[in-house]
């Protein structure tokens, strides 16, 4: 099992940055891919950024250029800096975490965190 707590979301203006961190506890293995993802209301959860265990990393196209997406392996947190955020960036955004169950397993599984709020006053 996984576990992930998120923190650092909040109340920003338009213009400004958060830093969004998920602590993560439980067995991850190798192959394992991490990521964010977003919910605003009414709309469905969408993927923000991920990064490999490799650290390759991908983005939504709407977050490109303002949103970076890291990771730091032996504290096992997960990070994602927001910069030149907008209104439309509202939402709570998810940590997930996919990765298998056994060392020797070969399909992913989803796990998500709890979900932390973020708001871009305009």
């Known amino acids: 099992q996984v576990q992930l707590v998120e923190s650092g979301g909040g109340l920003v203006q338009a213009g400004g940055s958060l830093r969004l961190s998920c602590a993560a506890s439980?067995?991850?293995?190798?192959?394992?891919?991490m990521g964010w993802y977003r919910q605003a209301p009414g709309k469905q959860r969408e993927l923000v950024a991920t990064?490999?265990?490799?650290?390759?990393?991908n983005y939504a196209d709407s977050v490109k250029g303002r949103f970076t997406i890291s990771r730091d392996n032996a504290k096992n947190t997960l990070y994602l800096q927001m910069n030149s955020l907008k209104p439309e960036d509202t939402a709570v955004y998810y940590c997930?975490?996919?990765?298998?169950?056994?060392?020797?397993?070969?399909?992913?599984?989803?796990?998500w965190g709890q979900g932390t709020q973020v708001t871009v006053s305009s």
């Open positions: 990064i490999t265990s490799g650290d390759s990393t």
């Open positions: 439980g067995s991850i293995f190798s192959g394992n891919v």
């Open positions: 997930n975490c996919k990765t298998r169950r056994t060392a020797w397993g070969t399909n992913l599984y989803d796990y």
